[in-house]
């Protein structure tokens, strides 16, 4: 019977990375045939290397390829150097402990509202140039160059970087339970180092080997990101991600091919940047040895480790409260002329010419976001208790691949799967491609409390004769019951943000609040942008409010049980 049930749940802890690495397996095979010549749905079954052709000897190539490099890569070296800096010099202060829920809030803000507040803040008749003008700056007219969109691609390095760190932060803060931090720090600090450098040198080795894939994944989001591209990145050329996205989208079926081949690109310089990630990591840690070498407790490197970090995370914080703020300036803005700071008379014309649009598109924004979510919550608890062994392992690969591959890089690829099933355009499909990215999420949240878990309790349920199902459903789900809260309400933020998922498995016959706002941002009236992308960025935070309240309540019920 026991080997039967074992057998049972091998079979069932399948399920997540089936249902994860079948679309992806099946979408990387979908860009990868029409890369070279092969695509029996437009009637080319041979192979040739025409797509390549065309793809390297388009003008906007060079160009989209040296922007994508220059701000996914540096903005993944900025946001990583600062979320360790920052860590190491808080790490010993009160306020350490207190910032989890502030910044949980900030890394709430979906990147498609911070991409846009952000924008309002730096164009050139933006909130900030407003501030300042006319008395500091002397501009009487909006001046004449170029942030947002800019063609080095600096001002999307910047959002990047500060979008990531304080994702970062929270990775870093989650895997220091798991090290005796303190005790290290302590010691260190007894023989003479400086905390800052104690940390570095003791802590951030341990806890980088933890967090590894998370930096993975931030790199391979940055290199193909394409809602902050959209409205950060250049777009003369755009980023390569976004340069695959109008070629997908061109009514010139040819262009699929060269699509197709920059969207393989577009992977292979995910795994270049990855690769060159690894070459830094190496010569990172042979300077942090050369640093413990030197016998020195501090010095001004824990000073300019400090203020790096400090300055690029409390200017995250800041910008993403200004983003917020602005987007709610316009979204009741009525006339708003330069160089007034404020608008000079407010009005609700905006929220109620939208109010039907934006229940619509709430609907279906929360409605994908609520049965992904579930869905991810079941397939990821039973494919950890499968792989449970009481003892600690590290989170599988599989279900993680997702996130470590751009999304231009096989979405488009899975497209040609469901159109080949007829299954494109559904709600179904749409859930399952949210589940894509959903799922690994949730994954990763709950690995680290799954493992935390003391097997003792398991153990005792099965003594007094609890088979695994029960003691799985009546003792491992009730003592989880907090983080897994906080798994959903992960997973629900994150699915209420996705553009290109939604976008391509639905054809575009399906509207969400996030693709809303980024067709708006391409152009549209910056009043009305402002209510859709202010009713986007509501979404998350309920969710997490919803998070901690329910978490709270259960905690204080049982309290007053055990009294």
């Not at 970087?161 to 220091?176: P, Q």
């Not at 007894?190 to 590894?212: C, H, K, N």
């Not at 709610?328 to 014309?349: C, R, T, V």
């Not at 992904?372 to 208790?385: F, G, K, M």
Request: aromatic share 10%; charged share 10%.
């Amino acid at each position: 019977m026991t080997r039967h049930s074992g057998t049972r749940w091998w079979i069932a802890g399948q399920l997540l990375p089936l249902a994860l690495l079948l679309p992806t397996g099946f979408g990387l095979l979908g860009v990868l045939l029409p890369t070279f010549g092969f695509h029996p749905g437009l009637n080319e079954t041979g192979f040739s290397l025409q797509a390549i052709n065309a793809l390297t000897g388009d003008p906007s190539f060079g160009q989209a390829i040296w922007t994508t490099l220059i701000s996914g890569l540096g903005g993944a070296f900025l946001s990583v150097g600062a979320a360790f800096g920052f860590c190491a010099s808080i790490y010993h202060t009160p306020w350490f402990k207190r910032l989890r829920a502030p910044l949980s809030a900030a890394l709430a803000l979906p990147h498609v509202s911070f991409a846009v507040g952000f924008a309002f803040l730096l164009a050139p008749s933006g909130f900030l140039a407003r501030l300042i003008s006319p008395e500091i700056s002397g501009w009487q007219q909006p001046p004449d160059f170029l942030i947002v969109g800019d063609p080095w691609a600096l001002c999307l390095l910047i959002g990047l970087a500060l979008k990531e760190t304080l994702f970062l932060v929270l990775m870093i803060i989650s895997a220091l339970g798991q090290v005796r931090a303190d005790a290290m720090v302590r010691t260190a600090q007894s023989y003479g180092y400086g905390p800052v450098r104690a940390f570095m040198l003791i802590i951030a080795p341990q806890i980088y080997r933890q967090i590894r894939i998370p930096i993975s994944a931030v790199i391979a989001s940055s290199v193909g990101s394409i809602d902050l591209a959209l409205v950060l990145g250049p777009s003369a050329p755009p980023t390569l991600a976004v340069l695959v996205l109008n070629w997908f989208g061109d009514f010139d079926l040819e262009l699929q091919f060269q699509a197709a081949a920059g969207a393989s690109t577009l992977l292979l310089i995910s795994l270049v940047a990855i690769g060159i990630w690894d070459v830094l990591e190496r010569l990172t840690g042979q300077l942090g040895r050369l640093w413990i070498w030197s016998g020195r407790r501090s010095g001004w490197a824990d000073i300019a480790i400090a203020a790096f970090g400090q300055s690029v995370a409390g200017l995250s914080l800041f910008a993403s409260l200004l983003s917020v703020l602005v987007l709610l300036i316009w979204s009741f803005a009525g006339q708003w002329q330069w160089p007034e700071a404020l608008p000079m008379s407010w009005s609700l014309s905006h929220w109620g010419s939208s109010m039907a649009a934006i229940i619509k598109l709430s609907v279906t924004t929360i409605g994908l976001a609520c049965i992904s979510t579930l869905l991810a919550l079941i397939l990821c608890l039973i494919a950890l208790e499968a792989r449970d062994k009481g003892g600690r392992s590290r989170p599988q690969i599989l279900p993680l691949l997702p996130l470590l591959l751009p999304q231009a890089s096989f979405l488009f690829g899975v497209t040609i799967l469901w159109s080949a099933l007829h299954w494109d355009g559904s709600v179904a499909i749409v859930i399952w491609t949210h589940l894509l990215f959903v799922g690994p999420y949730i994954y990763l949240s709950l690995h680290g409390p799954f493992q935390a878990l003391d097997p003792r309790s398991a153990l005792t349920a099965r003594t007094l004769g609890k088979t695994r199902w029960a003691t799985f459903l009546e003792v491992k789900i009730p003592l989880l019951f907090r983080p897994i809260v906080t798994a959903a309400a992960i997973g629900f933020s994150v699915s209420v943000t996705l553009y290109l998922p939604t976008l391509v498995a639905g054809a575009g016959r399906i509207s969400t609040l996030a693709t809303e706002t980024l067709a708006l941002a391409s152009g549209g009236d910056r009043k009305t942008l402002g209510v859709i992308a202010i009713s986007l960025t509501v979404l998350p935070f309920l969710a997490l409010l919803a998070s901690l309240g329910l978490s709270d309540f259960v905690a204080t019920r049982r309290k007053g049980l055990l009294i």
